[in-house]
């Protein structure tokens, strides 16, 4: 094991690592998902994640990547030349630094959004950011790590996802959406797992019990048959 690699797994960072973050990769490209959905953005996916999803398709995210200054991250995203900016992962806030970024992003007058699974506090973010957060159903293999005091730190512009990966899933979604009064908080999408639910099925599941949720189709798997994520 590396010093940064005995750094990032003790939750400190050697002298040459500080206000540095491990990054997977740095990309330009539509935006597949939520209420940015369509628009060009730059993609900030950071490594390292505490969960293990079994439909996940960004494990290679989970290990390796590059250290990386916050500096440096912000003059590669502003060549891109976009105004949305997602900072993904792995989970993005398993790196405590993911913070100072997303704050010098808004600062800088991008429209941020953060994927995060719902298992880590997410009461620490900048308020200016669009927080996309997962709720585990239990086909995921992960809904005991649900943290659910984040949802009172969800605001109106958040955005609650739910996977879905089978009638159970949905089911349980269903119940969640309702006696935690989900659709109150903030927008409520349902997405299936690819290749494990029909999207059409889901769609009329949703119809037929008349629920206050988005559907939601990963746009870039549709446009690049893409499984990574992209």
Not at 48 to 58: A, H, K, S, Y
Request: proline share 4%; net charge negative; hydrophobic share 40%.
């Amino acid at each position: 094991m590396s010093d940064n690699d005995a750094g990032m797994a003790s939750g400190t960072l050697s002298p040459a690592s500080r206000e540095s973050l491990r990054v997977t990769e740095i990309f330009h490209s539509i935006q597949g998902e939520a209420d940015a959905v369509g628009w060009p953005s730059v993609f900030v996916r950071l490594t390292g994640c505490p969960l293990r999803c079994v439909w996940c398709d960004t494990t290679y995210s989970f290990q390796g990547g590059g250290w990386q200054s916050i500096d440096d991250i912000l003059r590669e995203v502003a060549s891109h030349g976009a105004h949305h900016v997602c900072v993904t992962g792995g989970e993005p806030l398993a790196q405590k630094r993911s913070l100072i970024l997303l704050q010098r992003l808004c600062d800088e007058g991008y429209a941020v959004s953060l994927e995060t699974s719902g298992a880590l506090d997410v009461s620490p973010v900048d308020p200016r950011v669009r927080k996309v957060m997962d709720l585990k159903a239990p086909d995921s293999g992960e809904s005991a790590r649900n943290l659910w005091t984040n949802l009172d730190h969800l605001l109106a512009h958040d955005q609650i996802k739910i996977v879905i990966a089978s009638r159970t899933d949905y089911e349980w979604a269903s119940t969640v959406l309702r006696e935690r009064h989900l659709a109150q908080r903030c927008m409520v999408l349902f997405s299936p797992v690819h290749g494990a639910v029909n999207p059409r099925e889901l769609a009329e599941w949703i119809i037929a019990d008349k629920l206050p949720v988005r559907f939601q189709l990963q746009l870039h798997k549709l446009l690049w048959n893409d499984a990574a994520g992209h």
